[in-house]
């Protein structure tokens, strides 16, 4: 089926450690992004991507890197776990950027620091 | 402050009940306004989207309305079902920004 795969579902890191949220979609949507939730909180955007080759910050972007080499692929990078990043990361992909057409959501990755 | 509130935090229903959640927002100039649903332990699934010259917006059981005067949007749920148990999420787009502004949503839970 069509869609955004995340793998993996569930990691747990220990302080310090570094790791990368994989994220892939199948619909040649040209944009993508990665939003983590945390309780209480509504989703928050850590990095986006508009195309392969372009990437840039979203509101949350401290301790994550991003790269776009392909138009399917958009991870995301741990450099140097924190105990503040545990949290249920999402990736999104839309057509646009201005988000007319909607966000396909990955189902999530569930990460705990430790 | 968010520019985006939903209302209420949380709510218990009967299955077979019909009920409302709102959605105020203060994001402009404004582009669209969608609903997501997410079950527990899934990503957000699109239910409606909706533009400035739209004020109601049905996908079955859900119908959405928005008054774009007023800033204000909601969505009911029509004869609920326990599937029907998950978040709701209200977002906001802004014309000519690719950010999205969300709410921290509606935590619904149907009971029999």
């Known amino acids: 089926n069509a869609g955004v795969t995340q793998t993996p579902k569930f990691q747990v890191l220990k302080t310090g450690q570094s790791m990368t949220l994989q994220c892939a979609q199948d619909?040649?949507?040209?944009?993508m992004s990665w939003y983590r939730q945390d309780p209480g909180m509504g989703l928050r955007l850590i990095h986006y991507?508009?195309?392969?080759?372009?990437?840039d910050q979203g509101e949350v972007p401290n301790g994550y890197n991003v790269s776009r080499s392909t138009t399917e692929d958009f991870p995301l990078r741990l450099l140097s776990a924190a105990p503040s990043q545990t949290s249920v990361y999402f990736c999104a992909s839309s057509y646009s950027r201005d988000a007319t057409y909607g966000y396909t959501f990955g189902s999530g990755t569930r990460l705990t620091v430790v | 402050k968010n520019q985006v509130e939903q209302s209420p935090q949380s709510l218990i229903i009967l299955e077979g009940k019909n009920c409302t959640l709102q959605?105020?927002?203060?994001?402009?100039?404004?582009?669209?306004l969608r609903w997501y649903k997410q079950d527990t332990g899934r990503g957000p699934v699109s239910l409606t989207i909706?533009?400035?010259?739209?004020n109601t917006k049905s996908n079955g059981r859900y119908t959405a309305t928005l008054d774009a005067d007023t800033k204000q949007s909601s969505l009911h749920i029509t004869a609920s079902q326990l599937s029907d148990s998950a978040s709701y999420i209200c977002v906001v787009s802004a014309e000519g920004n690719n950010r999205l502004a969300f709410g921290k949503g509606n935590q619904v839970v149907v009971i029999p």
């Open positions: 991507s508009v195309g392969a080759g372009i990437t």
């Open positions: 909706m533009t400035f010259s739209e």
């Open positions: 619909m040649n949507h040209e944009y």
């Open positions: 959605c105020n927002y203060t994001v402009s100039p404004f582009s669209n």
